[in-house]
C-alpha cells in the first residue's frame, strides 16, 4: 500500500474528548471531500495488534490542509494513547490513498436531510465545506448534528458556513427526544423527493435507517457512512 508523508502544523481540542490532527497535504496526495484513508504512525510504535486506523478526512480540498477529527474516550486503545499525550507538531502521519463515496447528488434531488452524530460529523464538515465554495442557492440543506452532550466540534465554522450558504439549515441538537421529533417531522413532509445522508456509528445509522423506511422513506434514497470501530 502506497502510504504519503504527511506533516502535523496544528492539533485542536474540539470537545472535551474529541481531537482535531491538521497536515499539510503531501504532494500529490488528492482526495474528495467525504472521503476517508488509512492513518499510521511514522514516529511511533503502536502496543495494539492494529496499527493503523481508518479516519475519515474532515477537511476538503478546498481547505488546504488535510486534518482528521476523533474521539479519545477515557478508556482507550494504544494508538488514541500516543494521539493524546505522544504527538506533536512537526511530526509525521502516514497517509493512504483516499477511498469511499459518500456525497450528495445534487442533480438528483432538490434537498437534503444530514443526519449526523457525534464524532459523525467529520465527512459533513468536510461535504459542506466543499459545497460552500461553490454553493447551489437551489438546493436545501438540512443538517441535524446531535451531541447528546451538547458538544460541537468545530466552533466556528458553522457560523461561516451559515453566512455562505443561505440554502443550509442548521441544527446543532443534544436533545435526543428533539433530534428525533425532527427527522420524523422531515421525512414525513418530504418523504421520496429528498435524499437522506446518515453519519455515525453502526448502531446508529441503521437505526434511522430503518426509522426512515418505517416512515415510508426508500432505502435508495438513504445513504450511510459507517463508522465501523464505534
Ligand atoms: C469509513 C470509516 C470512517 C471513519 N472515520 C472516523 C473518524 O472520522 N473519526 C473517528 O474517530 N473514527 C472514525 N472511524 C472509526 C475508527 O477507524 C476507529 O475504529 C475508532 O476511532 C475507534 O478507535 P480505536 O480502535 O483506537 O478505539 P478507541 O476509540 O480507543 O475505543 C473504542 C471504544 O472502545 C473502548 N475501549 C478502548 N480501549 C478500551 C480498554 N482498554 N478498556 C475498556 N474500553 C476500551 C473505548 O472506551 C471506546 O468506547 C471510521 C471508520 C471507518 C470504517
Known amino acids: 500500500?502506497?502510504?504519503?508523508?504527511?506533516?502535523?502544523?496544528?492539533?485542536?481540542?474540539?470537545?472535551?474528548?474529541?481531537?482535531?490532527?491538521?497536515?499539510?497535504?503531501p504532494e500529490g496526495f488528492a482526495w474528495k471531500a467525504g472521503q476517508h484513508a488509512m492513518f499510521k504512525f511514522k514516529d511511533y510504535d503502536v502496543a495494539d495488534e492494529k496499527k493503523e486506523r481508518i479516519f475519515?478526512?474532515?477537511?476538503?480540498?478546498?481547505?488546504?490542509?488535510?486534518?482528521?477529527?476523533?474521539?479519545?474516550?477515557?478508556?482507550h486503545t494504544d494508538f488514541k494513547e500516543i494521539l493524546l499525550n505522544?504527538?506533536?507538531?512537526?511530526?509525521?502521519?502516514?497517509?493512504?490513498?483516499?477511498?469511499?463515496?459518500?456525497?450528495?447528488?445534487?442533480?438528483?434531488?432538490?434537498e437534503t436531510l444530514i443526519i449526523a452524530g457525534g464524532v459523525?460529523?467529520?465527512?459533513?464538515?468536510?461535504?459542506?465545506?466543499?459545497?460552500?465554495?461553490?454553493?447551489?442557492?437551489?438546493h436545501r440543506i438540512t443538517l441535524l448534528y446531535s451531541d447528546d452532550r451538547g458538544e460541537f466540534a468545530y466552533g466556528e465554522f458553522w457560523n461561516e458556513l451559515k453566512a455562505q450558504m443561505t440554502n443550509l439549515q442548521l441544527h446543532l441538537i443534544s436533545?435526543?427526544?428533539?433530534f428525533t421529533s425532527l427527522i420524523d417531522k422531515y421525512a414525513k413532509e418530504k418523504l421520496n423527493t429528498s435524499e437522506y445522508l446518515i453519519?455515525?456509528?453502526?448502531?446508529?445509522?441503521?437505526?434511522?435507517?430503518?426509522?426512515?423506511?418505517?416512515?415510508?422513506?426508500e432505502k435508495d434514497n438513504i445513504k450511510t457512512d459507517n463508522f465501523m470501530g464505534y
Open 56 to 75: 475519515t478526512i474532515a477537511s476538503a480540498p478546498e481547505d488546504g490542509f488535510l486534518m482528521f477529527t476523533t474521539r479519545i474516550s477515557p478508556e
Open 120 to 138: 459523525g460529523i467529520t465527512p459533513i464538515r468536510s461535504l459542506l465545506k466543499h459545497y460552500a465554495q461553490d454553493n447551489v442557492p437551489a
Open 199 to 217: 453519519a455515525g456509528s453502526p448502531g446508529m445509522n441503521a437505526a434511522i435507517s430503518e426509522k426512515l423506511q418505517s416512515l415510508g422513506v
Open 86 to 110: 505522544k504527538v506533536k507538531v512537526g511530526d509525521v502521519m502516514l497517509i493512504a490513498d483516499a477511498l469511499g463515496k459518500f456525497d450528495l447528488e445534487m442533480d438528483k434531488y432538490d
Open 1 to 25: 500500500m502506497n502510504f504519503f508523508e504527511a506533516k502535523i502544523i496544528k492539533t485542536v481540542k474540539e470537545t472535551s474528548d474529541t481531537y482535531s490532527y491538521i497536515m499539510e497535504t
Open 175 to 178: 436533545d435526543r427526544d428533539e
